[in-house]
């Protein structure tokens, strides 16, 4: 079964500042999605970002960017100049393309706060 | 365009009752996700529907737990004999099946409470 760790619980940022956020996964698959999803307050899961693990080429999203390191298993979240708006919580999940439901497996998420 | 939205947005409850949570995806959206969010907790996966039928059902925690969608849009998630450990925020999703990779679009949440 897939896993999704993410070892930091709280985060803080000051605005205009850049945060990385991390998440590692284990799987023995070789074709699968990564996401970054945000939610804030509301509940709303938001995607921020997605990365195609056949991709070498690391997505980026305006001010958000990831580090992916298949080898490694590991898929880290940037956050460049960073807005009072980015703070909320922030899910890694993990989707893979064998068995067909294409489910997600999120990770435990990381509390950000963006201070003034 | 409308979103995924859930019904009720918060439901308060005693231990043993029956509650339903409706899910509305987007129109046209064929797959159909529900999850469970437990406090301090990513959200859990529990079942996915492709159109009308449950095509995995593996993360029901047990069989208190049973969802429908006999339409193949609107889903119901149904609880029997509530316990407090039910208490979550369970979300909605719901995707396109043509073509290639589809996001799915997460409703807001029911909060259910169990006292």
């Known amino acids: 079964a897939q896993t999704v760790t993410q070892s930091q619980p709280e985060m803080s940022v000051q605005e205009a500042e850049t945060v990385t956020l991390s998440c590692t996964y284990d799987?023995?698959?070789?074709?699968?999605?990564l996401f970054w999803y945000k939610q804030p307050p509301s509940r709303q899961m938001i995607l921020v970002i997605r990365?195609?693990?056949?991709?070498?080429q690391n997505a980026t999203e305006n001010r958000f960017s990831v580090n992916f390191q298949k080898a490694a298993k590991s898929f880290s979240l940037k956050i460049s100049d960073s807005q009072l708006g980015d703070t909320a919580m922030y899910f890694c999940?993990?989707?893979?393309?064998?068995?067909?439901?294409?489910?997600?497996?999120f990770g435990k998420g990381t509390k950000l706060t963006v201070n003034p | 365009g409308a979103g995924v939205s859930q019904t009720p947005s918060n439901k308060v409850t005693e231990k043993g009752k029956y509650v339903e949570l409706r899910c509305d995806p987007i129109?046209?959206?064929?797959?159909l996700y529900w999850y469970r969010q437990s406090l301090g907790q990513g959200p859990e996966f529990l079942i996915y529907?492709?159109?009308?039928?449950?095509?995995?059902d593996s993360g029901l925690p047990n069989d208190r737990f049973f969802a429908v969608r006999p339409e193949g849009s609107v889903s119901t998630l149904k609880i029997q004999r509530t316990e407090r450990g039910d208490s979550a925020v369970y979300l909605c999703?719901?995707?396109?099946?043509?073509?290639?990779?589809?996001?799915?679009?997460f409703g807001p949440g029911t909060r259910l409470t169990v006292l």
């Open positions: 999703a719901s995707r396109e099946t043509s073509g290639s990779f589809h996001e799915q679009f």
């Open positions: 799987t023995s698959e070789n074709n699968y999605y």
């Open positions: 990365q195609e693990a056949y991709k070498q």
């Open positions: 999940a993990f989707m893979g393309t064998q068995g067909g439901s294409e489910k997600l497996v």
């Open positions: 129109s046209g959206h064929t797959a």
């Open positions: 529907f492709q159109g009308t039928g449950a095509a995995d």
